[in-house]
């Protein structure tokens, strides 16, 4: 079923399909619904150097991103850490 899911996604009425609704008032309120869970969070981390690549986004800019999300990872792990007894 995965094969034949992802073979669709990678045809021409599946591009269209996913740009449509990325485009859309509902598909922009779903991503953003997920991107605001933890697996979301996760997600994003994965598939956002591959996005930058894609974009030709200059490395300086990749860098500065990367550096950003890892202060901010170790940032909010401090941040809800329990106070220690």
Do not use: W
């Amino acid at each position: 079923m995965n094969g034949l899911v992802a073979t669709y996604l990678a045809s021409p009425q599946g591009k269209t399909m996913i740009s449509s609704y990325l485009s859309s008032a509902e598909g922009q309120v779903s991503v953003r619904e997920y991107l605001a869970t933890p697996e979301g969070k996760r997600t994003a981390k994965m598939i956002l150097p591959l996005l930058m690549e894609g974009i030709d986004v200059p490395d300086s800019v990749r860098i500065s991103v990367y550096d950003a999300i890892n202060r901010k990872s170790r940032t909010d792990r401090n941040t809800h850490q329990l106070p220690e007894s």
